[in-house]
């Protein structure tokens, strides 16, 4: 039988579920998925799960599981989580976020977020921004203009995009958010653990829109900081956003391998075998099912149909 790899993108897990946010992974549902996951597949961090993928023999269904940015609820609700069921992950880190930072698609969250929790407001006039105008009545319609407002500002230039962030917070009042990163000791405490921390740049730009010297100094950059701080080597790396061509580039390719990580993951939704695997551009998958076993299900159907 061929052996499989598949790898799972992770963002925040909430301590507890989130109107706006549905889609997002919480204490409990992720308590769930890992409850099943571990049954079915032998889990393994992605530097780990790729010698095993290439090596003969050990297990044939092998599962990652990643997750992005560097959010504190990772160190707080999923680490706790992550060793009650002894399972190891890989964290991939934008080190800019390290030190009080914060992404500007957190921040236009929480100008929506906190509207909508203080008053009942139908009408949300964002055109002055050249965001449109958007109707505020229902969770739904909310969630919408929240999904419509971040797809419109993603592929801005970067100052372009944190300004349009920073502009909102301030013309709604709302202050930006605190304590929503790790900080260095809570990336220490997650390689203490056994975690296996990646890097994911500095400052989480879409990596196919800087010039070659930029790109650089956000991919060398946040390998130089992490590996001061877990001081240890940093051998693997997510590209932000992670599509190729939109996001990532052959240039961007380039440099990755000059810095010495020795695997890149993509957001391509694809299982691996051990013949099918670029080291620069692992898939990786996002839960797709808000519900863990119907995940799980379908995971193992997409890898058995791998394995054929
Ligand atoms: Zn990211």
């Not at 921040?107 to 407001?121: A, P, W």
């Not at 075998?273 to 080291?279: A, E, K, N, Q």
Request: aromatic share 10%.
């Amino acid at each position: 039988m061929k052996k499989t790899l598949c790898i799972l993108a992770f963002h925040r897990v909430l301590p507890k579920k989130n109107k706006l946010l549905h889609d997002i992974m919480y204490a409990e549902r992720f308590d769930k998925l890992l409850n099943l996951l571990k049954k079915y597949f032998k889990i393994l961090p992605v530097h780990e799960a790729m010698r095993n993928l290439k090596r003969k023999g050990g297990p044939s269904r092998i599962l990652s599981i990643t997750f992005d940015d560097g959010y504190k609820d990772n160190a707080m609700v999923a680490l706790p989580i992550l060793n009650k069921h002894k399972v190891k992950a890989t964290f991939f880190i934008s080190s800019g976020f390290l030190y009080g930072q914060w992404m500007w698609n957190d921040g236009i969250f929480e100008v929506i977020s906190n509207i909508t929790k203080n008053q009942v407001q139908t009408k949300f006039d964002l055109s002055k921004f050249d965001l449109g105008s958007f109707d505020l009545s229902t969770i739904e319609m909310k969630r919408r203009a929240l999904d419509l407002i971040l797809e419109q500002v993603k592929y801005k230039p970067d100052k372009n995009r944190r300004k349009v962030a920073k502009d909102l917070l301030s013309a709604f009042n709302v202050p930006p958010p605190e304590n929503l990163m790790m900080r260095e000791d809570d990336i220490k405490t997650l390689y203490d653990a056994g975690m296996e921390i990646g890097g994911h740049t500095i400052s989480h730009p879409i990596l196919s829109k800087l010039s070659y010297q930029d790109a650089h100094k956000e991919i060398f950059g946040c390998k130089i900081l992490l590996e001061n701080v877990i001081q240890a080597p940093v051998r693997t790396f997510a590209y932000p956003n992670g599509k190729p061509v939109a996001d990532y580039t052959e240039h961007t390719i380039e440099i990755v391998k000059k810095a010495g990580y020795q695997y890149a993951v993509s957001t391509v939704p694809e299982t691996l075998t051990s013949s099918i695997s670029d080291p620069y551009q692992l898939p990786r998958f996002t839960p797709w099912d808000r519900n863990p076993v119907k995940f799980t299900t379908r995971l193992l159907l997409k890898m058995l149909a791998g394995q054929r």
